[in-house]
């Protein structure tokens, strides 16, 4: 799916600003066609933002059902007889949307793109009422999975059964975009290197008659390669390859009619061979950290200032990657990443997909007893979750960045049904993209005798908590453990490189303990060393993702103080004690 853009024949006009809200019980708006008008009573918001913090109300923060947003929308007068096309980057976690009174799209999901085409009704110049409603709720056939209760006084409450809030709105920007009739409606590159050649397979989707040309430009403007036809191949002799910290960029421009598109083309090749993760035939070792699209205010809206800082804090304390845990993040941050280098492991929202996990932290105790069932983890999820996988790759199969797919974060592996339930989206994974890695992310509680998936997984991401949620307050026995645990992986998928792609301890910045205690700097400063010393014993440990980037916000419960406090940054970005010494084992780290 192609993200717009302007050039010399295609024009943008984002519909970001306020806009006119107003929270509503499920369904009411529908049935009383609150789009025929003016929202009555609505207050202003800003797109891109949460809804949830940006009033002093409860019933704003907590709301469970629906959320009513209404702008007015005007295409440029040039826009005539052009193709007009409306877009969402993203509407949590589902929506339905009309111009004037015609319902014009509905899509389930609330961290990919969609987009309608509009030309048959809007008409440039004159003014147009959009209306949106987004739903927040989350069901057991939702990605990610929730469920919806009534309190005792008769109100709604959503349980969630991941550790992150669950922010909703608009979090993206909404744009209205132009191109001509007959257009490029999509691009495909799979790339490949091997020094010092590079190639570019390329494929176009193309809507409408024309004859097609395709230029690959180097980052100075010169042509490089050429090709013709809707199909090929692009061939560069001595080619400037993307990596780690090169986020060294072509442009593929393309020509169909009289449309235009240039795509920025990073050619790498990845690869998983002996035990190793292999950038461009060279192993790579990940570090970096779970990372969340959380901020104060905003919740999970874009925010290019928040975006800009986080990459230099990355790049302050030697990361080189990170996995946009636990949803895939706004397309600005691959696209950051393109052009800086930073290697991405990108994730759906398939996560809380255990009810173990699901009990601690939606304090339920009432759950199906069979995770995958019809009452709980069903075909109609699986379905959703399929379409998760085709939006993802179909958004971000472009980016150099993505070097792997995560498919899902800690499920339960161990019941009846799990295989049956994701061998298939694996399979599928693979199938829509067979150029890059497919992992699941592992939960600790599920070990490598009893997890019914790793075997058809490329890299064993491990989530780990010694010294915190095990040995908690005990790093000498955490850190036995966890070696043991890793051993145990390495004993029964020997070749299989591993990353360890969660492991900390919640820190309350300014608590200082002379012996090791939990919740201290000084003991999530320890814990991460220690962890430092297991993987470096382990040659078949290729990266080291910490949990997390920041602190960040969650549900309420007896978990959580604040938020979840595992960041090594505040939530306001400030470092805690740990952070000096990742930066010191990061900066020029290698893997001895
Ligand atoms: C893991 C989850 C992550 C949590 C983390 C924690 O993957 O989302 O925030 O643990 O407990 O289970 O801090």
Request: charged share 20%; net charge negative.
């Amino acid at each position: 799916m192609l993200k717009p853009v302007d050039n010399a024949v295609r024009e943008t006009r984002k519909l970001d600003g306020l806009w006119q809200f107003k929270i509503a019980p499920t369904g009411l708006g529908q049935a009383q066609k609150w789009y025929q008008q003016a929202l009555s009573d609505a207050r202003e918001v800003p797109v891109p933002s949460s809804f949830n913090d940006l009033f002093p109300e409860l019933a704003v923060r907590d709301h469970v059902g629906d959320a009513w947003y209404q702008t007015t929308l005007r295409a440029p007068n040039g826009w005539s007889g052009q193709r007009i096309v409306l877009r969402f980057d993203s509407a949590t976690h589902r929506a339905t949307v009309w111009l004037d009174e015609r319902e014009l799209v509905s899509h389930e999901g609330g961290y990919t793109p969609f987009e309608v085409d509009v030309s048959d009704w809007v008409k440039p110049g004159q003014a147009h009422r959009l209306t949106v409603c987004v739903n927040n709720e989350l069901h057991w056939h939702t990605i990610p999975p929730g469920r919806v209760v009534n309190t005792a006084d008769g109100r709604k409450s959503q349980q969630v059964f991941h550790d992150f809030f669950n922010y909703a709105g608009l979090h993206r920007s909404v744009w209205l975009y132009a191109t001509p009739h007959a257009h490029i409606a999509d691009i495909s590159v799979q790339t490949s290197y091997s020094a010092p050649a590079g190639t570019v397979d390329y494929r176009l989707e193309l809507q409408g008659e024309g004859s097609v040309r395709v230029v690959l430009r180097d980052a100075h403007g010169e042509v490089v390669a050429n090709a013709e036809g809707p199909q090929g191949q692009l061939k560069v002799d001595t080619a400037h390859a993307w990596g780690p910290g090169q986020g060294y960029l072509y442009s593929m421009e393309v020509e169909f009619g009289s449309d235009r598109y240039s795509l920025p083309v990073g050619i790498r090749s990845v690869e998983v061979r002996e035990g190793q993760f292999l950038i461009n035939g060279q192993p790579f070792y990940f570090t970096g950290f779970g990372m969340h699209e959380d901020t104060a205010i905003r919740g999970k809206a874009h925010d290019p200032a928040t975006m800009v800082h986080d990459f230099a804090l990355l790049g302050w304390i030697g990361a080189n990657s990170f996995r946009t845990s636990h949803y895939p993040y706004a397309e600005e941050v691959l696209e950051y990443a393109d052009r800086h280098g930073i290697v991405v492991i990108d994730e759906t929202a398939a996560v809380g997909m255990n009810m173990e996990i699901a009990r601690k932290l939606a304090g339920s105790k009432d759950l199906p007893d069979e995770l995958y069932s019809e009452q709980a983890i069903s075909k109609a999820t699986q379905a959703t979750h399929l379409q998760a996988i085709r939006e993802l790759i179909a958004r971000d199969k472009n980016h150099p960045c993505v070097v792997m797919w995560s498919i899902g974060n800690e499920p339960d592996l161990r019941p009846a049904g799990s295989r049956e339930y994701f061998a298939p989206l694996v399979e599928a994974t693979k199938a829509l993209d067979p150029t890059r890695p497919v992992t699941l992310v592992n939960v600790m509680m599920v070990g490598p005798e009893e997890d019914t998936v790793a075997d058809l997984l490329d890299v064993l991401c491990l989530n780990r908590y010694w010294g915190w949620y095990a040995e908690g307050g005990d790093l000498q026995s955490a850190e036995l453990a966890l070696e043991q645990d890793l051993r145990s992986w390495v004993d029964k998928y020997p070749g299989k490189p591993i990353v360890i792609t969660e492991y900390g301890a919640d820190t309350m910045p300014g608590l200082h303990s002379i012996l090791p205690s939990m919740w201290s700097e000084e003991y999530q400063r320890d814990l991460l060393t220690m962890h430092g010393r297991v993987f470096d014993r382990l040659p078949a440990v290729v990266g080291e993702q910490v949990w997390n980037f920041a602190d960040f916000a969650t549900s309420q419960g007896i978990m959580r103080v604040g938020g979840n406090r595992k960041g090594v940054f505040t939530r306001d970005r400030q470092p805690k004690a740990a952070a000096h010494v990742l930066r010191q084992r990061w900066t020029g780290f290698q893997k001895p």
